[in-house]
Nanobody, 125 residues
């Protein structure tokens, strides 16, 4: 069992930055991949970033590449998402997720076994 708790969401103006955190408890944090997703009202959950168990490999969709950075601190059982140059259309609930069976990379929702409760990010224009 893995419990995930996100924090760091809030209201930011377009072009601004936010840093999300996700604290994990349960299984050995350094043994599985982690990811971030987002879901806007009326839309499907969308992949945002993924990171391997060691933090050595990361992956982003083109929509956030060069603006978002995922990282992890295995000593603190925490994964982060630094978001820069935010856009109003990126307003959504942001979720972190754990892919227990994967040590390398996971980009699809079905690859993830545990999800946090989400944190709201609102980008004003």
């Amino acid at each position: 069992q893995v419990r995930l708790v996100e924090s760091g969401g809030g209201l930011v103006q377009a072009g601004g930055s936010l840093r999300l955190s996700c604290a994990a408890s349960g299984r050995t944090f350094s043994s599985y991949a982690m990811g971030w997703f987002r879901q806007a009202p009326g839309k499907e959950r969308e992949f945002v970033a993924a990171i391997s168990w060691s933090g050595g490999t990361t992956y982003y969709p083109d929509s956030v590449k060069d603006r978002f950075t995922i990282s992890r601190d295995n000593a603190k059982n925490t994964v982060y998402l630094q978001m820069n140059s935010l856009k109003p259309e990126e307003t959504a609930v942001y979720y972190c997720a754990a892919a227990i069976a994967t040590r390398t990379m996971a980009t699809m929702t079905y690859e993830y076994d545990y999800w946090g409760q989400g944190t709201q990010v609102t980008v004003s224009s």
